[in-house]
């Protein structure tokens, strides 16, 4: 059994992803379709590489991310959401809501993003694209 601070439901949840990076790392991932580390290292907020490796490690110990040999090309490994990452869809979806509300988002350079904060069927389409791509193939 794990160390947590308390078994507090938003506890449990922030231990798991509350950390600076593991939102950005899975935003891209669902959004951006970023699948490899110098794809996830090339971000727009620059982390650096030896946190990413980090928090790449953190995301699959925590069943978030699934690391994966590319069958295409052998030596290249790449990272794929789960179920249990892409049920966190709603609560990412939301955090974009209220950063649009409340906050300066460009909305120019995520505009795919904030059409699905905005849009239940694409929310729903999108979800299910997520499925099939990384839980089906």
Avoid: C
């Avoid at 992803?17 to 970023?34: C, P, Q, S, T, Y």
């Avoid at 988002?105 to 791509?133: F, G």
């Amino acid at each position: 059994m794990e160390n947590h601070r308390s078994f507090s439901p938003v506890n449990l949840t922030v231990e798991a992803i509350g950390d600076k990076w593991a939102l950005l790392i899975l935003r891209d991932v669902i959004f951006e379709n970023k699948q490899y580390f110098k794809e996830l290292l090339s971000s727009a907020e620059r982390v650096a590489s030896n946190i990413l490796s980090k928090r790449l490690l953190k995301l699959e110990a925590d069943g978030l991310l699934i690391k994966q040999i590319n069958p295409a090309k052998k030596y290249k490994t790449r990272y794929r959401l789960t179920q249990k990452s892409i049920d966190l869809l709603p609560l990412i979806v939301e955090s974009m809501a209220w950063s649009l509300k409340y906050e300066p988002v460009d909305t120019d350079r995520y505009r795919s993003a904030v059409q699905i904060a905005l849009n239940e069927d694409a929310r729903e389409e999108l979800r299910q694209q997520l499925i099939k791509d990384h839980l089906t193939s």
